[in-house]
């Protein structure tokens, strides 16, 4: 087990090659400050240059809260210039994880709702434990999600199922946020950090150039004046020059297992 940097607001370690981001203001139901997002921005950044990580697991302290929203005594009293920047810093950070080209994986062990959901949905996939409540309430407050909740929700749940969530600011157990694709698997708490960790040891047994090239190509389906399939054809045609593919094409011809460099 190796500690990284150290940070005021998350705790950091990599293991076997998973490096697990957790949000350690348990007291405050880890609540999202603007320091604490940067935080965890710096570490995903700081894992794409690490050889030695494989996948991310982002979770948070204790067994009561993933995050619980962000932290309204932060930015009460904001200007529409102050709250606008948040919001597109918020948007940074979000967006730097989804656009990690290593795998990261929400483990949800309790609340989820504000900024914790969209901190979660901007992940790969989400793994919530049997007490994980989600939700955007931010309606109750007179703003409408701010970290690109109305965009990812939409994306996972659909238009009809997204505005109803969104527009009365209900909260969904587990198991309901499974039903309808929000997460994508369900387990006791005590599991929690295995079933994540089983995901990802799969995963690091692929090809890291592959793996990295699948999650630009999956995120280019969403963005607005990209071609999806063309990015597809672009990163087939360029993984056909790299040692991974020389490795895994002559794995398969050997018949043995593939010894992937990433390179």
Do not use: W
Not at 129 to 144: C, D, I, T, Y
Not at 177 to 185: D, E, F, I, K, P
Not at 202 to 221: L, Q, R
Not at 228 to 257: H, P, S, W
């Amino acid at each position: 087990m190796e500690t990284l940097t150290t940070y005021e607001n998350i705790l950091t370690n990599l293991d076997n090659g998973i490096l697990t981001i957790a949000i350690n203001r348990e007291s405050k139901l880890n609540a999202l400050t603007l320091q604490t997002l940067q935080e965890i921005r710096n570490a995903v950044v700081l894992a794409q240059s690490n050889e030695a990580v494989k996948g991310i697991i982002l979770t948070g302290s204790g067994t009561k809260a993933f995050a619980a929203g962000a932290d309204i005594s932060e930015f009460a009293h904001f200007t529409e210039d102050q709250a606008t920047r948040m919001s597109a810093d918020g948007h940074d950070v979000m967006n730097t994880i989804e656009n990690s080209e290593k795998p990261v994986i929400a483990a949800v062990n309790g609340f989820a709702l504000g900024g914790g959901c969209e901190l979660a949905m901007c992940c790969h996939m989400r793994i919530a434990s049997e007490n994980a409540k989600f939700g955007q309430p931010e309606v109750n407050l007179g703003v409408p999600p701010g970290y690109g909740g109305t965009q990812r929700m939409i994306q996972l749940v659909g238009k009809g199922k997204a505005i109803e969530l969104l527009l009365t600011a209900d909260s969904i157990d587990a198991n309901t946020a499974l039903q309808l694709g929000l997460v994508n698997h369900v387990v006791p708490q005590e599991m929690l950090m295995a079933k994540c960790n089983e995901i990802l040891s799969k995963i690091a047994t692929k090809s890291p150039v592959a793996v990295g090239k699948v999650i630009k190509c999956v995120n280019d389906f969403f963005r607005p004046n990209v071609n999806g399939m063309q990015r597809e054809i672009y990163e087939f045609g360029e993984a056909f020059v790299t040692e991974d593919f020389k490795e895994g094409t002559e794995a398969f011809l050997n018949k043995r297992k593939p010894n992937f460099s990433g390179k």
